[in-house]
């Protein structure tokens, strides 16, 4: 079960983010060994799988997440896109490299209704030594829907 930090000191130290590989730093948030961040918990999603190019978030927008008009912000999507279409990424960096986004863009083709729950995967396209690419999408866990898709790319850089 995913824990999450509560403060910086519980985040990982920089020597101790580098002596992993991307893929192994993903996998301890996912089991707990490592804390997730915080913003998770804040916008009410949290990670639910990981693998090899492949993360996947499920999370349940509640009333805190709201514009004026009462309907889901895009930046919880973008966030939520984000996040997984980054983490795909971060598991392809390697022991001594980080990542971080670059550029994204997302696409919203319709509104989450409050209260559903919803996976967002993020897979990745490409992954070299300095960039990294992926896609990612928003679906209904019971409906199946497609509510909004995203791309980013992200920026690897060798850090040892």
């Known amino acids: 079960m995913p824990r999450l930090a509560q403060s910086i000191t519980d985040l990982p130290s920089q020597d101790e983010l580098l002596s992993m590989s991307g893929l192994d730093f993903m996998q301890g948030i996912l089991d707990g060994t490592v804390p997730g961040p915080p913003i998770g918990h ?8 990981v693998q090899d190019g492949l993360v996947t978030f499920r999370g349940t927008p509640e009333f805190d997440v709201t514009n004026p008009m009462g309907t889901v912000h895009g930046g919880w999507y973008g966030t939520l896109l984000d996040s ?4 795909a990424v971060m598991t392809k960096v390697p022991a001594g490299s980080v990542y971080t986004t ?23 396209d490409h992954a070299g030594r300095s ?6 999408e928003i679906r209904g866990v019971d ?10 790319t992200c920026i690897i850089m060798k850090m040892r």
Do not use: F, Q
């Open 42 to 49: 804040t916008l009410g999603y949290a990670l639910h799988e």
């Open 84 to 87: 997984a279409m980054a983490c």
């Open 102 to 124: 670059l550029e994204y863009k997302i696409n919203l083709t319709r509104g989450i209704p409050l209260g559903m729950e919803i996976a967002c995967i993020g897979r990745v």
């Open 131 to 136: 960039t990294g690419v992926a896609t990612g």
């Open 143 to 152: 409906d199946g829907k497609l509510y909004a898709t995203g791309s980013t």
